[in-house]
């Protein structure tokens, strides 16, 4: 009975301790990244005014290459960007990598143009997207 007892409970704090790391997984699941930008942006398929804006991957398993453009509140999505795994080697030292904040690499464009979101890249991480561009649009 004792036996029975104590492999009850292991078995319930193994459930309990599986259930709570995918909740803190969960969490890291969409990548959700809020950034400000202080003047136009450009990006596939339309231009973001200067603002506040929440880039996350689509949740969908099947395609972890899909990245939603929200409005600062999430009340909006203004975009559904296909993108490409990108990776960057810089140094940890190296200003472009940060522990705490998001990369942004944007490119410029020719006067009057805003600038072209290139690619972004999760806080910490040398993962990230790199967005594709029809060919009517401009590239890098």
């Known amino acids: 009975m004792r036996i029975a007892r104590t492999l009850q409970l292991a078995l319930c704090g193994a459930t309990l301790c599986a259930a709570l790391a995918f909740t803190v997984r969960a969490d890291d699941y969409n990548e959700k990244t809020v950034v400000t930008f202080s003047e136009s942006v450009q990006i596939p398929g339309q231009v973001l005014p200067a603002g506040t804006y929440t880039f996350m ?53 020719p006067a009057g143009h805003p600038l072209l979101l290139r690619s972004f890249f999760f806080p910490g991480s040398l993962d990230g997207f790199q967005f594709v561009y029809h060919t009517a649009q401009p590239t890098r």
């Open 57 to 109: 991957l689509l949740d969908s398993p099947a395609d972890r290459n899909l990245v939603e453009v929200w409005n600062a509140d999430q009340s909006n999505l203004l975009a559904t960007l296909q993108a490409i795994p990108d990776i960057h080697m810089p140094p940890p030292d190296h200003p472009m990598y940060s522990p705490d904040h998001a990369t942004f690499e944007l490119d410029e464009q």
